[in-house]
């Protein structure tokens, strides 16, 4: 009795269909591919470490200086507390004014920057890339272009969120455009309204939550940016915690963050009632 010799992977797969055959053959050397890409992400963020000399035992050791350093901040000096909330609104202003800007100026930008809206597509192309370029460059760097051209103030600085804003806010607005419901839109053509009309009664309907939520969003974001911006000269609360910091007064940089932390919640807590009010009244 002779025993049936057992057949080669290549016989067998020669045996199969073409078809099958080569998507076998395509996903065998894949069969370690998790190690792989594992390994490739090892490398890469060992070599992230390397780069940013990332240490945890730079760290540790560093830990009884920051004990110290909070220590040092207690208990918070309010002797300049005036001055301080001064600032804070001041900050809050830029914030206010420079979200506001931005959004009007994204607002009809954007129904050139959607696909479903502008037929033209040289038109939806140049406006986008306006968009991606404005907020493509942080605050802070456009922070420091505009304190150059118009000097040391908050007016830089609502320039400067008012770039980044009108970006950011401008490319949302467009997204949020083109997902709306096209039969809606259908629904206004067939009553024969011109193109203001559409936009009017059948788009910004169906986009104006969105579009609130973004804008508050952004207004929240503008004043922790304002703060940011005041470190490089664009006024705001920033000057002040940064001039605090760099004369070691460090109770009086507690008050400055103890004034920012509750500032930023209270519009946090405030965008929130607003956008549920608008939830209530779209319902």
Known sequence: MTIPKSK??????SKLPPRLSSELSSKLPWKYKGLIIGLLVAIIYYWALAGTQTSPTGFVKG???????????????????????????????????????????ALP????????????????????????????????????????????????????LSAHVTGALGRYFSEAIETVDQEVIKAVVSTGANKIQVIVRGIFPQVKPLFVNYTLY??????RA?????????????????????????????????IMIVMVTTID???????????????
């Open 8 to 13: 080669s992977s290549s016989e067998l797969s």
């Open 63 to 105: 830990i009884p200086f920051m004990i110290d350093f909070v220590k040092r901040m207690f208990p918070p000096d309010i002797t300049h507390l005036s001055l301080f909330l001064k600032k804070a609104v001041e900050t809050l202003q830029m914030a206010i004014v420079g979200s506001t800007i931005g959004a009007m100026i």
């Open 109 to 160: 930008l954007s129904f050139l920057a959607a696909r479903n809206i502008m037929p033209n597509k040289l038109v939806y192309h140049f406006v986008r890339t306006i968009f991606d370029g404005l907020r493509g460059i942080n605050e802070i760097i456009w922070g420091l272009i505009f304190v150059s051209m118009v000097g040391l103030g908050p007016f830089p600085g609502v320039l400067a």
């Open 218 to 223: 952004y207004l929240e974001n503008n004043f």
């Open 226 to 258: 304002a703060t940011v911006l005041g470190l490089v000269g664009a006024g705001g609360i920033g000057m002040e915690l940064l001039t605090s910091m760099r004369l070691f007064k460090n109770q009086e940089v507690l008050t400055i963050l103890i």
């Open 269 to 283: 807590r405030f965008s929130a009632y607003i956008r549920k009010r608008i939830v209530k009244v779209d319902l």
